[in-house]
């Protein structure tokens, strides 16, 4: 049953917003469906750069040296980004010979919009920062969607690898244990394996990485970038990341981050999140869940615990863990599958193939993540290559038009998000909309038919004027 709450509204806006929820109510969720919604206009204005820093020097929780990639999106100078070539995105593995009888990992996938190094756009004023962190065993370019989308509207946006909690990691992990191997593969922090690292470590860690993040991005952009305004996006375990850098944690003895001015959280981090202090969360705050989510309840008490006064809580329909925590998942499954399928020796490239076509039970769980099979369209699992025999020898599923996706599309679900989060962030970051009003009007009227629960127990909007 679908669920929208307003309460606490600030007096000044209650009429105003009793007044937008009565007309919603009225017409309730008969507005018209997003089937087409995701080649609506949801881009800025500006051009789109993408590049990559490395942060030397850089420390991890034991004191080790803790090697950051960090991958950035930015508003492009227009005629810079017609002569700078299309960025891909692709793992830090790619290329890298493997000790067996096995060929090296190849894949990769093209940007939307983003372009390799052009210049940045000059304004009068900086750009603010919002950092993305990525899901437990992700990729710097989880998320890549949503961070080229934010550059598009004026932002710079920076996703680190947390190390020893990324997918190549897992990869190397993986190869270490194959009795064909003549060797191991290193780590790419360096140290010996196993990579993947404990929950403890990977959070004190994250915490770390994103501090080093805000600490550097200035030598990058200099005055480019407005380091009085920044944001912060969370997926998955990302979420948690940001409950420690907004509120730190007693338990992990990780000290909050004052520079660190909003929280937009997709979905919750599951045992991560009661380690940090979430009633110390004072920052404005959006937490996103979906109703299939399988942290949906850890989502729920998330948003309850927290103490801000500026919050706001959204329950996507039909959106899984995967489908929220990760936005390039289906062109990930597309340019993976043609290798894994014609190569028996790309052991790697079947190995990230099946992490997106299989979602196993985890310790101490009893619900599923979900899959591509539940929020890809059928044209990844047929262009430009069919795949559908790899996915059915994996899956067990013949895959046609009218199986896949299982429930929401990811299309309607990135455009949602990123919609939202643009709303947000101009909210807190640039005072250009009042998110509350846009969340229960706007955002409510265009996306009904896709939502179980709008709650805003408050919103108090004091932020400064539109800095364009």
Known sequence: MRKLILTDVSPKRSHQMRRIMMGLLVVGFASVGLSGFAQAADWGGYKVGHTIMSVAGHKGSVNEDRPLDVLIWYPADAESYNHAPPSTYKPRLKGVPLPGPWAALSWEFAAERARDN??????????????????????????????????????????????????????????????????????????????????????????????????????????????????FV????????????????????????????????????????????????????????????????VSRTTFDAISSLSKAYVVITGAW???????????QMQAIGPIAQSNTAAILDLFSLRNLLLSPILPNETLSSGTTLDHCLYEFFVEPVDITPIVLAETGVQVTPENVPTSTERDVIMVMVSDLARAFFGDVLRGNVNFGEYLVGEFQEKYSENLTTVELPSWHSDHGDDDE
């Open 118 to 231: 052009p210049s940045i756009k000059t304004r009068q004023h900086g750009y603010p920062l919002i950092v993305v962190s990525h899901p437990a065993m992700g990729e710097l370019y989880s998320n890549s969607k949503i961070s080229e989308r934010l550059a598009s509207y004026g932002y710079i946006v920076a996703a680190p690898a947390h190390n020893g909690d990324t997918q190549d990691d897992a990869r190397v992990d993986f190869i270490n244990t194959r009795s064909q191997r003549t060797d191991d593969l290193s780590c790419l922090d360096g140290l010996s394996g196993p990579c993947m690292d404990g929950l403890n470590k990977s959070m004190r860690d994250r915490a770390l990485d994103v501090r080093a993040v805000i600490d550097n991005i200035p030598s990058l952009f200099g005055e480019h970038v407005d380091m009085s305004r920044i944001g």
């Open 234 to 297: 969370g997926a998955s375990r990302g979420s948690p990341t940001g409950l420690s850098l907004a509120g730190g944690s007693t338990t992990l003895n990780i000290a909050p981050d004052p520079r660190v001015d909003a929280l937009f959280l997709l979905t919750a981090g599951g045992r991560a999140n009661p380690l940090m202090n979430q009633a110390a969360v004072t920052i404005p705050t959006v937490q996103v869940s979906g109703t299939k989510d399988r942290n949906l309840d």
């Open 321 to 331: 863990h995967r489908g929220l925590s990760a936005d390039s998942y289906c062109e």
